[in-house]
């Protein structure tokens, strides 16, 4: 078994929420990507795409999962887009075994809503939902590309969810 597991997913899908209890399940590291990005760049995520643009945004997320695949015995929360670049997956399936969480359209707008919508600044705009469902369509086929090991998240208890990921892992 190698010893990282990345989750992967879209914005509100539960990867930081469930890689918490997770690492703290497993005995493992949390660590956030985005938070790294954030330290790297010493500003927010929405600074950078608001200031350097998506194009810096996805250059540093490259550098983080480069460097992620160094690690050892830590679960990793990714950012939502990480998928898009193969090269990202590459390099944390040398060291990690991924995890796709889903959740429907609804659970996930109901999630960012609570976070706040302008922390997420690909949804924020005047139809979040609109561009929810566009950006899923769009995102599934490298989702899928990405791992063949997913669990919903629709309906589940946190408890069930991280039982259901070390069911998966551990065998
Ligand atoms: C993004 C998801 C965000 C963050 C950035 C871009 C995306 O992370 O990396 O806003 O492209 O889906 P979360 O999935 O943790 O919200």
Do not use: W
Not at 54 to 63: A, G, Q, S, T, V
């Amino acid at each position: 078994m190698k010893s990282n597991v990345v989750l992967i997913g879209f914005m509100g899908t539960g990867k930081t929420t469930v890689g918490k209890i997770l690492a703290d399940k497993l005995g493992k590291e949390f660590l956030e990507m985005d938070k790294i990005i954030e330290k790297k760049a010493n500003k927010s995520i929405p600074e950078i795409f608001s200031e350097d643009g998506e194009i810096k945004f996805r250059e540093l997320e490259m550098e983080v999962a480069k460097e992620l695949s160094g690690k050892k015995d830590s679960v990793i929360a990714a950012g939502g887009g990480v998928v898009l670049n193969k090269l990202n997956i590459d390099y944390l399936k040398r060291t990690a075994e991924i995890i796709l969480l889903k959740a429907t359209p609804k659970d996930i707008y109901d999630r960012i809503s609570l976070d706040g919508k302008e922390k997420r600044p690909l949804l924020n705009n005047e139809d979040p939902m609109g561009e929810i469902k566009k950006l899923l369509e769009f995102r599934k086929p490298f989702y899928e590309m990405a791992t063949n090991t997913s669990v919903s998240t629709h309906n589940k208890t946190l408890r069930k969810i991280t039982e259901e990921i070390i069911t998966i892992i551990t065998f």
